[in-house]
């Protein structure tokens, strides 16, 4: 026996108040005939009703089930999206949308622990989470599931039109399937991390293409690996087919996967989601977003030592709009290192790539790990021509897009994709971050050629954590260390000698983030700062992570011996002095 509990939370008035809030929409329509609030529309699927804005498009997609659900343009999709969907590769941003489709396997495969589930009678949309600005619901009592996809501007815009859902007498149960609901049940994994060692062709298309599809392709196409938009809260379509399931089926399959974010954009674009135009909130919102990275991609049963591709569109670049987007990158990339993945940046080679190769030795930002650049130069290669150097992000570090938007047909599925090349290796071990390594003396003695022991460890471990690899860190002063050494030195405008000495410690110890830091502050950063003003003063100082009195006065003398002004305050300028080895 089926259930038909109506519940309701009406939201016209709110929903309008909204609307002209945001003023994203035209003027109000007449009111329709079952006297919905001027300027709405009533929409409806299996009993669940709702209000959206009465210029948002309809989609049935069941009259066009290959229509592409994007959501850089307002619209609803009512039902079961078809498996495979005409999207053209290049969409790019996200205004709002919602996916109404029946509960199956299928569509139950996409649910996660971030999954809202209403209660009898009781309509949770207020409260329910969201999740790369997408919110999810299984309205168990009309067998449907919903997915919201929103930006920060339309959120309350589109938990509105949620709040106003109705059950109408058509509504008939079907629950979750019980797999789906448990959070605590492993994800499927993929054969390895993503995407390893290969070099040869792939694509990337806007939605994950069909089992079927790839299976076709994989048959009869020259392409062997696939890029998929995991992530981000600018990503502009929906991805009915992505699910751990899709992931681990793929790549058993013997296809690689470069998994994609698409986040916030440059601050010098028209984009309506942009990062800061202050390098320090401009960071912070990269370690977010990768944050959000690393946990769709454990929900996918993507590994750690896969590498994430943050996708930054092209941009002008000026000196204010670089600083941005590096920061955003060096933030992007220290939590993906921390989460035990590596990072990748996509963009156009002229913009962002361009900016990336101009400070590949600036030791104040965190290079990532690898390029995956557009140059639509028809070439099937990893050349980058006058932008990027032959010698940086040499070691099978490079994914070429050489061609854009194009149709092609295998086995009968058609998929617009944009054409790429990958050399990609050294892929299952990210860049170190220190965390295990013993950091902490009394004194940072210096060390060169031939020099032996743990001082030798943490520098090599912190020359690799800033982007210079000199070997695995074995506590062996070799060539490869001194190579290291002299290249993150000329990096900071030190003497690039190869030795190791007070200045050079100083500013490995200091790199990272900068806030500022006071009596009473504790934490990572304190530490850091601790440890850099003992090779700097050359004098012991606790290394606790507490700001107490002997730190307040180490950082007073510091900042009297350099000039700055000694407050026992450390922030930007005092930040800047030690990270450039004063």
């Not at 329709?32 to 929409?43: I, T």
């Not at 997408?134 to 709040?163: F, K, M, W, Y």
Request: glycine residues 12%; neutral net charge.
């Amino acid at each position: 026996m089926s259930s038909r509990i109506p519940w309701r939370v009406r939201a016209g008035t709110a929903l309008l108040a909204v609307l002209a809030g945001i003023g994203a929409f035209a003027a109000p329509v007449p009111a329709q005939a079952d006297s919905q609030p001027e300027g709405l529309q009533s929409v409806t699927y299996h009993g669940y009703r709702i209000e959206v804005p009465a210029e948002w498009q309809v989609v049935d997609l069941a009259e066009n089930p290959r229509a592409c659900l994007r959501f850089d343009r307002p619209a609803v999709y009512l039902g079961e999206p078809a498996e495979q969907n005409d999207c053209p590769a290049g969409v790019v941003g996200r205004s709002a949308g919602i996916v109404v489709e029946p509960i199956t396997a299928r569509s139950a495969g996409q649910a996660t622990a971030a999954t809202a589930r209403t209660q009898r009678g009781k309509a949770i949309a207020p409260s329910a989470a969201s999740s790369n600005d997408t919110i999810q619901i299984a309205v168990e009592d009309a067998g449907v599931l919903v997915t919201a996809a929103h930006t920060a501007e339309t959120e309350n815009l589109v938990r509105g039109v949620l709040a106003s859902a109705e059950l109408t007498g058509g509504a008939e149960r079907t629950a979750l399937p019980r797999a789906a609901q448990r959070s605590d049940v492993t994800p499927l994994a993929a054969a390895g991390p993503q995407p390893g060692s290969y070099q040869g062709k792939g694509f990337d298309a806007c939605a994950a293409p069909s089992q079927a599809a790839m299976n076709a392709w994989q048959a009869s196409s020259p392409y062997s690996a696939v890029g998929v938009y995991i992530s981000g809260s600018f990503r502009g379509c929906a991805q009915p087919n992505l699910t751990a399931s899709w992931v681990t089926s793929q790549t058993a399959n013997g296809w690689r996967l470069f998994p994609i974010d698409v986040g916030r954009q440059a601050p010098c674009t028209s984009y309506s989601l942009k990062m800061s135009t202050d390098p320090a909130t401009a960071k912070s919102q990269g370690v977010t977003a990768a944050a959000g990275a690393i946990t769709a991609a454990s929900n996918l049963g993507i590994p750690a030592g896969s590498a994430i591709y943050s996708d930054i569109e092209a941009y002008t670049s000026t000196a204010s709009c670089k600083a941005s987007v590096l920061s955003y990158l060096s933030g992007w990339t220290e939590r993906l290192h921390s989460g035990g993945y590596l990072s990748g940046f996509y963009s156009s080679a002229a913009s962002g790539i361009k900016d990336a190769a101009a400070e590949y030795g600036n030791g104040a930002y965190t290079r990532v790990d690898h390029l995956f650049y557009a140059w639509w130069n028809g070439a099937a290669d990893t050349n980058t021509g006058s932008y990027v150097p032959s010698s940086s992000w040499s070691n099978h570090q490079r994914i070429h897009q050489y061609a854009g938007e194009v149709t092609e047909s295998y086995g009968g599925y058609s998929i617009n994709i944009d054409r790429d090349y990958l050399d990609v290796g050294n892929g299952s071990t990210p860049t170190p971050t220190c965390t295990g390594a013993n950091l902490d003396f009394t004194a940072y003695t210096t060390v060169q050629s031939g020099s032996t022991g743990d001082w030798v460890k943490a520098a090599q471990c912190l020359l690799k954590a800033a982007g210079f690899d000199p070997g695995t860190p074995d506590g062996i002063f070799g060539p490869d260390t001194a190579a290291a050494a002299r290249n993150f030195q000329a990096g900071k405008g030190l003497t690039a000698d190869g030795v190791v000495g007070a200045k050079t410690w100083t500013a490995l110890l200091s790199r990272g983030s900068t806030p500022t830091v006071q009596s009473g502050s504790t934490g990572e950063a304190v530490t850091r700062l601790q440890r850099a003003l003992t090779a700097a003063l050359g004098r012991t100082v606790a290394i606790d992570g507490v700001f107490g009195s002997g730190t307040g006065q180490a950082a007073r003398d510091y900042q009297s011996s350099r000039g700055l002004d000694a407050d026992g305050i450390v922030g930007p300028a005092t930040w800047g002095a030690l990270q450039s080895g004063k």
